[in-house]
């Protein structure tokens, strides 16, 4: 089975759609889009069924694939911008809010390096979160 990577992202007209990592071998294309970044999940995962179904009616070979969704930056920032704010991102980041808002709103790109640091951030919040245990 093929571990593919499939990225999500956020157009100008504020809905989601899934593309795949062009260094996936599939022998087939997908796209998902919606309103919503789990409509375009779903969707995706309905047009992989469909296409599946069609490549066995034909008898063709079908390349299975196990799917991991990713953000790019600017829609991660756009789609959790309602629950974590730039100021709050930017405390467990060390990357200032307006240097995150530039991302979120396209006027810049994130280096590899402030991607990881971004990511780091978001990894040690989730596990401190993982541990609390409320009374």
């Known amino acids: 089975m093929e571990k593919v990577k499939v990225y999500i992202c956020k157009g100008m007209d504020g809905t ?14 997908l796209i998902g889009e919606g309103t919503t970044v789990q409509e375009a999940i779903n969707e995706w995962l309905a047009v992989y069924e469909a296409m599946k179904a069609s490549y066995a009616k034909d008898g063709m070979p079908f390349v299975e694939a196990e799917f991991s969704f990713t953000y790019d930056v600017p829609s991660f920032l756009a789609y959790y911008g309602g629950l974590i704010t730039f100021k ?3 405390k467990l980041t060390g990357i200032s809010a307006a240097q995150l808002s530039h991302y979120a709103n396209g006027y810049r790109n994130p280096s590899p390096k402030t991607v990881q640091k971004i990511q780091n951030g978001l990894m040690s919040f989730a596990a401190e979160l993982s541990q609390v245990s409320l009374v």
């Open 16 to 29: 989601y759609s899934c593309y795949v990592d062009e260094k996936s071998n599939l022998n087939y294309g």
């Open 88 to 90: 709050g991102l930017s």
